[in-house]
């Protein structure tokens, strides 16, 4: 089987077929593969039905596993499992905690950046997927930053930013943070622009984990931060996932945003799985 990858927008994303990734994949097809990712930051794969373990090999393929976050029901597995159903099979109430919480994800928004090393990719498999909504959007930030005016680069060159994950938790519901993960994961700084390791091309590193910039006046920093994620999550520079079942989306951390869409939570179930790649070191101003 060969591997093939065709583009999905001018800008980024792509399926890939060629790959069925409940197997041990050959060196050559998974480097096709991990080059696509470099080029093309959203891949996508159809007809992955995988078991946890097969995801937890096929993504460790890209590097180690981050943990899943405190707190949440995935704690001591590498999974994020995203799901309204109940243990019993209903649908969870669209009002519990954790719904909340999942609403975070409505957020344009990249996985783990308040994290002092954040992640790579995500491997994202799509298990039960309502007949309407429920969308996963993705914006390449790599595309926004070509496209702004060279004096804006000059101003964002060498600029940090600060991520903090109790600012997304708290905009569905305040408070609700534990003290236990607030000391897990205390606010961290990152470059607003880094450039990608392998073909060098920079990107703007922003989402809605982030508090402000470093150094700047609170009102000019939320401005600043606002403009730039409206601009990068312009209709040119979106792609809009939707999915089928058994769907494996591969995106890149560094230079994507991605938000689920809303569905009728009390009707219809959905059900999506994610392992995330560990970032190797701390960020670096492009
Ligand atoms: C995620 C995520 C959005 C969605 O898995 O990291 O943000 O589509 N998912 O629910
Ligand atoms: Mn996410």
Not at 95 to 103: E, N, T
């Amino acid at each position: 089987m060969a591997v093939t990858v065709r583009p999905l927008t001018p800008e980024f994303a792509a399926e890939v077929s060629g790959i069925d990734a409940r197997h041990s994949i050959p060196d050559a097809d998974f480097a096709v593969l991990r080059a696509a990712f470099e080029e093309h930051s959203v891949l996508v794969l159809h007809g992955q039905r995988l078991s946890d373990d097969e995801q937890v090999a096929f993504s460790e393929r890209f590097g180690p596993l981050e943990d899943s976050l405190v707190g949440t029901r995935g704690e001591g597995s590498y999974f994020a499992k995203l799901s309204n159903i109940a243990d019993d099979g209903g649908l969870v109430d669209p009002g519990a905690q954790k719904m909340l919480f999942s609403k975070a994800n409505e957020f344009w928004h990249t996985d783990s950046s308040f994290k002092p090393w954040p992640p790579s990719a995500s491997i994202l498999i799509g298990r039960v997927i309502p007949p309407e909504g429920g969308e996963t959007e993705f914006c390449s930030m790599r595309a926004a930053h070509a496209a702004l005016p060279a004096a804006i680069k000059a101003r964002l060159a060498g600029l940090w930013a600060e991520h903090d994950l109790s600012r997304t938790r708290d905009m569905v519901a305040p408070g609700a943070m534990t003290a236990e993960q607030r000391k897990v994961y205390p606010p961290v700084r990152h470059a607003v622009v880094r450039a990608n390791p392998v073909n060098g091309r920079k990107t703007l590193y922003l989402g809605a984990h982030v508090t402000r910039i470093v150094g700047m006046e609170e009102r000019e920093s939320r401005a600043l931060i606002d403009e730039l994620i409206a601009f990068g999550t312009g209709e040119r520079f979106v792609y809009r996932h939707h999915w089928t079942q058994d769907d494996m989306l591969i995106w890149d951390n560094r230079c994507v945003l991605h938000r689920g869409r809303p569905w009728d939570r009390a009707r219809y179930a959905r059900s999506i799985q994610r392992t995330t790649v560990a970032g190797l070191g701390p960020t670096e101003a492009a």
